[in-house]
T-cell receptor, first 112, second 112 residues
Framework: DAGVIQSPRHEVTEMGQEVTLRCKPI?????LFWYRQTMMRGLELLIY????????DSGMPEDRFSAKMPNASFSTLKIQPSEPRDSAVYFC??????????FGDGTRLSIL | EDKVVQSPLSLVVHEGDTVTLNCSYE??????LLWYKQEKKAPTFLFML????IEKKSGRLSSILDKKELFSILNITATQTGDSAVYLC????????????FGKGTKLTVNP
């Protein structure tokens, strides 16, 4: 059973560029979560979807961040335009109800 | 505001030692508490605790929850170098929300 699959694993780009992170959830998991992890702030929830519908986006830091889930097997997190302070590891996790969330290996994003 | 606090922030021990990691929380409508282990990549699920006083055990790891005092501990006996990781505590809160609130983690280093 494949786990949560994220791509790319690493992304290095210059500030001002658009960045798109991708996530393929575990089949059958109804909820999908995007997190950001930094040394200073730890693991923070950005947004989560249930049955492809955004439920809580209160953690999205600014309008430069957007997330979509067009179907049950794919989600994207986009940053446009990117800034150096967006550098972090971005995790996608999936789960459902009161069950543990399962995490992908993350995308390490560096904005120069 | 929901809050999860872990202590200590870091810990260095020798192989064979026993360690206790602490997690306290202040959340609205507590449902359950989870422990994760994070090595180089994704956090991996260890335990989920819902009821007070019932110990969850997996090999050398065990955990217990005290809902009256609002804390949990994670014990690791006979530590090995492979136990070196960041241990994260998280809480499901806010009634029906699937949002997990994470602590900053305890970084455990086990030296040979």
């Amino acid at each position: 059973d494949a786990g949560v699959i994220q791509s790319p694993r690493h992304e290095v780009t210059e500030m001002g560029q658009e960045v798109t992170l991708r996530c393929k959830p575990i089949s059958g998991h109804n909820s999908l979560f995007w997190y950001r992890q930094t040394m200073m702030r730890g693991l923070e929830l950005l947004i989560y979807f249930n049955n492809n519908v955004p439920i809580d986006d209160s953690g999205m830091p600014e309008d430069r961040f957007s997330a979509k889930m067009p179907n049950a097997s794919f989600s994207t997190l986009k940053i446009q335009p990117s800034e150096p302070r967006d550098s972090a590891v971005y995790f996608c996790a999936t789960g459902g109800g009161n069950q543990p969330q399962h995490f992908g290996d993350g995308t390490r994003l560096s904005i120069l | 505001e929901d809050k999860v606090v872990q202590s200590p922030l870091s810990l260095v021990v020798h192989e064979g030692d026993t360690v206790t990691l602490n997690c306290s929380y202040e959340v609205t409508n507590f449902r359950s508490l989870l422990w994760y282990k994070q090595e180089k990549k994704a956090p991996t699920f260890l335990f989920m605790l819902t009821s007070s006083g019932i110990e969850k055990k997996s090999g050398r790891l065990s955990s217990i929850l005290d809902k009256k005092e609002l804390f949990s501990i994670l014990n690791i006996t006979a530590t090995q170098t492979g136990d070196s990781a960041v241990y994260l505590c998280a809480v499901f809160a806010q009634g029906g929300s699937e949002k997990l609130v994470f602590g900053k983690g305890t970084k455990l280093t086990v030296n040979p």
